[in-house]
Each structure stands twice: as C-alpha cells, then as structure tokens.
C-alpha cells in the first residue's frame, strides 16, 4: 500500500449523500473524515425541513447506511411515508451520524475553502497521482488527504432572479425583498407573507411548493396575493404528470397547482422574464422586458426567487476538473441530464466512470454532481457514493456495475408541442427517448425546450421578437 493510501477520504459535506459515502467507506474500511459546514448532519436539508419531500422513504435511505442503522437496533420509518425535511433530519441522518462507529469521523463547523494537492498547483504534473490532496478549512486548517468526494450540494448557490443568467438590474440594491427559495410560508416565516403581495419566479418543484404554501395562507389571511412568474410560453412542465407519475405526491404537487391557477387563486404570467427591480415606497416594482421591447410591471411586497441553484466549483479551481460547458457537470455526465436534449429527464444509471474528472481521486457527487440540472434525486447520489467508493477500495467490478431504478415522472413524452402548449412556435424537437434502462427523475426535465419570449435587439420590423425570428 503506497503512503497515499494510509491517508483518509475526506467528504466534504454530512446531507444525505456525503454520509451515504461515509456509510460505503466505513463498510469497505477505508479511513475517512466527513467535514461538515454546518452544525449538525443534512444541515442543507434542514433549511427547507418544513417542505415535504415527494419521494417516500423507500427511495430516500441508502442501503449502506441502512445495514449499518439496522445493526444498531434503528426502527425504520414506513417505507411508503413521505417524510418533511426535518424528518429526514431528524428520523435518518441524524440518527445515522450519532452511530458510535461513525461519529467520531464526523466534523462540524468545518467549512472547507479549498482543495488542492499539497505542494502542486494545477500546472504540474509529474508525481500529481501520488500526492495527496490538501483540504483547506476557513479557519486555515489542513488536512491530507487520499482522495476527496466533494458532496457539498448546491443550496448555498442558488441562481439569480434576472433573465440572462445575470443579476437583474437593481437585484443586489433590492435584496430586502427577495427571499431564498422555500421560505417556510406556513411557519416561521409566516408574518412576511401574510396580508402581501408575493411574486413568485421559477418553474421547478421549489416554486410549486411555495405557491400551494401561498395559496394556502390566502385562504385564511385576507389581502394576500399571489402572482406566479415563469418564462417559458406554458406552466405544462411544471404542472407535471398528474396521476402518470410513479410518485403520487409528485404528481400532485403540479396538478393542485393548476386548480388554484385555473380558479384564479394564483395569477400566473407567462414569458415572465426579469428585467429590473426598483424599490418604491416599502413594495418593490418588478420590470419585464417583453419580445417586443415593451416593458411591463408588476409591483409585489415579496419575491420568491425559486430559480434553481448552480455549483459552486470554486473550492476545487486548483484541481483538474474537465467540466462540461452547459451543464457545469462532468462531460460524460452532462449529456445524460442536459435538460435542453431531454424532454423527460430520463438517465441512465451512471458511476465513478462518469463522475471521473482528469484530477484522479477528486469526485463531486450528489446534487452538486448535476451542475445546474434540476432532476437530481437522492436515490442518484447514493448509487454514485456505492460506485465511487467501491473504486477508491480496488473493486472496480461493483463500481462499474451500475444500477438504478428511480420512480418515472409519467411527464415523458418525444412531442414538444404537448409540453409547451399551442404557442410552441420553432423550437427543436427534442429526440424521442431512447429506450434505456435509467427512469425519469424528476417534472423539471424537458423544462428547456419550452419556448422562451427572447428579448431581441432592434427588431425590425416583420421580425417576431425572438422565437424562430429568422
Ligand atoms: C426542497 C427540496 C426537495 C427535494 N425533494 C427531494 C425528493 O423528494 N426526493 C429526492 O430524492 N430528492 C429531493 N431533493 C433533491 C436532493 O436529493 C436533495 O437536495 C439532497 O439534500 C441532496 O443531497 P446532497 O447530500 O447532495 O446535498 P445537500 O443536502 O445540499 O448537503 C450538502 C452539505 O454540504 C455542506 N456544505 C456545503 N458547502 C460546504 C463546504 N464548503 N464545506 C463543508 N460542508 C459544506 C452543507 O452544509 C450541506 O450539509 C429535494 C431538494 C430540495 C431543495
């Protein structure tokens, strides 16, 4: 064994697939220290811990860790059951992380800001695969490492409110209010709702659940008011399969959301892109920049900013990531969740094969794995920990046998016109699905070939503003 490998695998981040990591090392005895930012195990999951998750336990509890739990006398919840966040916390990972045989591998409060390998920038290269990796903590501690799964997710980088992918005008100066997704309408956020006018923006599974949430107070709290924006030309994508999809809850979330846009509960715009926001007189103005170059606006108490999230690679810029351009996932990865080329956010089961990245022993898995895809599920990330370890341990036998079996959304369909309603104009066809092994993970699949009202320059006259303008 080389001095390398008698150092530990450090994972950077304790949600559900860094300590599902833990769970596959301790199993195949690899040393490994978990680095955790926050104060305690799913630290991330917590913030949204009011929100109920739509895969049931079955999918949500990853079978190493499970072994280990079960050893340790744990009573399993109902598989069926759809736990919150907090349960998730509270009944799983917390329990999981206080096992004697993993605590004592487990850190809090231990930011990392940087991995590198020690005594070499990314320049050179001789020797690289024999040195180990250095963690850098905030605090300026350095740990060695063997090699490093970066399961640190994405929560902390959630995306912009403007169009461009870029700040809206005025978004920074407008910060009072703007809210990170998921606020816990209902609960303990409860008075910054009530009574107001709350803006909406996204189309993803995040923005759903904060519209029921809206919907919900408004009936009991008089003078609230709830305006959905998306920018694509129909909520179609959103409102998901209904009763197809595998997972019921998932279905549901979409098709309440459509009675209350039907019954005028929550105003829904279309080819909602933002352009500006202006604070004025305690409310905010919110300005959208329409195909045509007219501006129209719409002025709210409260934004809901539920526009994804994006990786943040930055602790790992001395490293070789070899990163596909769209996607901000690895290349072999990214063509298989690129929600442009999918229209049901079908993948394939993947593993350490498609997580390497040129700097040998450095993985992102989990959610951050999926760059900017919205699909991801934790079922995903617990088959990439099995796959990723098994290959960190030598046994590339099971790290290439891949499987997964994730729940189909009954959103899958090869005709765009369905999934963008009659306003479908030229956009391209996505390909049929090819039939493969890997299932549907999620309603936001396919979300990019709707339509948007592109903002043109200088449209001449004759032009359409955008959608097959030439
Ligand atoms: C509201 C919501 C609902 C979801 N519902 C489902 C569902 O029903 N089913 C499903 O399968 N998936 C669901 N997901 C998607 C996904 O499975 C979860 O987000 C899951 O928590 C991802 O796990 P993770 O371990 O990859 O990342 P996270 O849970 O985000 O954990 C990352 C951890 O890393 C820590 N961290 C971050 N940066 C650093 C750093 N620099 N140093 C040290 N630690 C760091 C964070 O504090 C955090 O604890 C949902 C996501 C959201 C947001």
Same mark, same amino acid.
Request: net charge negative; with cysteine; proline share 7%.
């Given at each position: ?14 949600? +559900? ?14 040393? !490994? ?68 045989? $993993? ?24 020797? *690289? ?6 963690? *850098? ?18 929560? %902390? ?19 009072? !209010? ?33 519209? $029921? ?26 409102? %998901? ?30 080819? !909602? ?28 108490? *409260?934004?809901?900013?539920?526009? %994804? ?25 990214? +063509? ?135």
């Amino acid at each position: 064994m080389s001095a390398l490998n008698n150092l530990p695998v450090v994972v950077i981040g304790a949600g +559900p697939v860094g300590l599902a990591a833990a769970a596959h090392l301790h199993e195949r005895g690899l040393s !490994f220290t978990v680095l955790e930012a926050g104060d305690t195990a799913g630290a991330a999951v917590k913030q949204w811990g009011h929100v109920r998750v739509f895969s049931p336990w079955r999918y949500n509890i990853d079978p190493a860790a499970r072994r280990l739990l079960d050893e340790a006398g744990w009573v399993a919840p109902d598989l069926e059951a759809l736990p919150t966040g907090a349960e998730l916390v509270a009944d799983y990972l917390q329990p999981f992380a206080e096992l004697p045989r $993993l605590k004592p591998h487990l850190r809090y409060g231990a930011r990392v800001e940087a991995v590198s390998r020690l005594g070499l920038d990314r320049l050179r290269t001789a020797g *690289r695969e024999s040195t180990p990796f250095l963690v *850098r903590l905030t605090d300026g501690e350095e740990i060695l490492a063997r090699a490093v799964i970066d399961a640190s997710g994405t929560w %902390g980088t959630p995306n912009v409110l403007g169009a461009s992918g870029l700040p809206a005008r005025g978004e920074e100066q407008a910060a009072a !209010f703007l809210e990170h997704a998921l606020p816990d309408v209902l609960g303990a956020d409860r008075a910054r709702f009530a009574g107001r006018h709350t803006l909406v923006a996204g189309a993803g599974h995040s923005a759903a659940n904060t519209l $029921l949430s809206l919907a919900e107070l408004a009936a009991s709290e008089s003078g609230t008011e709830v305006t959905w924006a998306i920018r694509s030309a129909s909520p179609a994508r959103t409102y %998901g399969g209904g009763d197809a999809d595998a997972l019921p809850a998932r279905g549901a979330l979409g098709s309440r959301l459509r009675e209350h846009v039907d019954a005028g509960r929550i105003r829904l715009l279309t080819g !909602f892109s933002v352009h500006a926001l202006t604070p004025n007189k305690g409310r905010v103005t919110v300005v959208v920049r329409h195909a045509d170059g007219t501006d129209e606006q719409v002025v709210v108490d *409260r934004i809901v900013a539920a526009t %994804g999230f994006r990786p943040d690679h930055s602790i790992a810029a001395e490293l070789r990531l070899d990163l596909d351009p769209v996607m901000g996932a690895t290349r072999a990865l990214a +063509p298989l969740i690129d929600p442009n080329e999918h229209s049901c956010g079908t993948v394939p089961p993947h593993g350490v094969d498609e997580l390497a990245h040129p700097e040998a022993g450095y993985y992102a898995v989990g959610m951050k794995s999926y760059g900017r895809a919205p699909t991801f599920l934790m079922a995903t990330g617990y088959e990439q920990v099995r796959s990723v370890v098994a290959a960190l341990a030598g046994d590339w036998q099971a790290a290439r046998d891949v499987q997964l079996d994730l729940p189909e959304t009954g959103v899958c369909n090869s005709n765009p016109a369905e999934s963008t309603g009659s306003d479908s104009c030229c956009s391209p066809t996505p390909a049929a699905q090819a039939p493969g092994k890997g299932l549907a993970t999620g309603i936001s699949g396919g979300l990019l070939s709707a339509p948007l009202n592109l903002i043109t320059l200088d449209a001449a006259p004759g032009q359409t503003g955008g959608c097959c303008g030439s």
